[in-house]
């Protein structure tokens, strides 16, 4: 029983490419467990784009090492809509981070179209201010050139962009 009372849990589903994950995309994901309970991490991809910085099965993997501290939280991966994987994971609604206006905009759009869609609703949850201008983009390009980024991505993400940019 939470703190809250006996409710039934709902399970989330947080999609994203998450290459690589950072803190503020754990940042998202701990929120959703607290409020909603369980929650899917659905790791997306696209055939038709190059596989990015890591592979879907070393982010599956390195999704899985940030979240093993968090009850109740399981990673997916999905090919196509988020819709259609929020579904096969039986979830209840999908949740998203915002991090600024820009955020709201694409993502209010994307919202109302899922939910025309599929029915599904969309909860965001505001990213912390610490983190609010972290992003994945900004990560790969740090530590492609060497920089520290340890303080912004989980231990298991770091001890892999070192990796992966060994010289």
């Known amino acids: ?9 709902l399970r989330a589903f947080y999609p994203g490419s998450f290459d690589p994950l950072h803190l503020g995309h754990l940042d998202v994901i701990a929120q959703a467990q607290e409020i909603f309970g369980a929650v899917t991490v659905g790791v ?4 038709a784009k190059d596989t990015g910085t890591f592979s879907v099965d070393e982010r599956i993997a390195l ?10 939280v399981e990673v997916t991966s999905h090919a196509g809509l988020a819709i259609d994987a929020a579904r096969a994971a039986a979830a209840d609604v999908i949740v998203k981070g915002l991090r600024n206006q820009a955020d709201f905009e694409i993502e209010h759009q994307m919202s109302q179209m899922n939910h025309s869609v599929a029915g599904l609703r969309t909860v965001f949850v505001s990213a912390d ?3 609010s201008f972290v992003s994945s ?7 492609k050139y060497g920089g520290d980024v340890s303080h912004l991505v989980p231990a298991p ?8 940019y060994a010289t």
């Open 44 to 47: 997306l991809f696209n055939f």
């Open 137 to 143: 983009r900004f990560v790969r390009e740090i530590a």
């Open 129 to 131: 201010p610490s983190l």
């Open 63 to 72: 999704t899985e090492a940030s979240v093993a501290h968090l009850p109740d």
């Open 1 to 9: 029983m939470s703190e809250h009372g006996d409710r039934r849990a």
């Open 157 to 164: 993400v770091a001890e892999a962009l070192t990796a992966k």
